[in-house]
């Protein structure tokens, strides 16, 4: 399941890239007045009016593959979240243990000696 998620999330990352990539080689509506007049659009590899249609089909194909993606991601993300929301309120249910005897914290630690509480005869020899 895991691979899946991981599948999905880089479709939309690569989608996304795409479509701005794409977006941006789209020209705008006052580029059309320039090519109208021989911009030079004629001459390109899809032709005056094919450019338009090839980029603008690439895009809406990029927008949606983004879109569905988004909504999976989403979707799994709120099962995951309701999933261990449901796992916890099984565990905040349950008895707590008691101790039947309290522990004192200066019993249950050792203590090493130090070169301080050594004696001073010790010390010296």
Do not use: W
């Not at 059309?32 to 094919?50: C, E, I, K, Q, R």
């Amino acid at each position: 399941m895991q691979f899946l998620l991981n599948l999905v999330l880089a479709v939309q990352l690569i989608s996304a890239v795409a479509m701005i990539i794409l977006v941006l080689m789209q020209h705008g509506k006052g580029a059309d007045m320039g090519a109208s007049f021989g911009a030079g659009a004629s001459g390109t590899l899809f032709g005056a009016t094919g450019s338009a249609n090839v980029l603008s089909k690439a895009t809406a194909l990029c927008a949606t593959l983004f879109f569905a993606c988004t909504l999976v991601l989403a979707y799994t993300g709120t099962q995951r979240r309701a999933s261990s929301e449901d796992k916890g309120s099984i565990l905040d249910a349950a008895p707590a243990v008691v101790a039947s005897e309290p522990q004192t914290g200066a019993a249950a630690i050792p203590v090493a000696p130090t070169a301080a509480s050594t004696p001073a005869s010790a010390a010296s020899q």
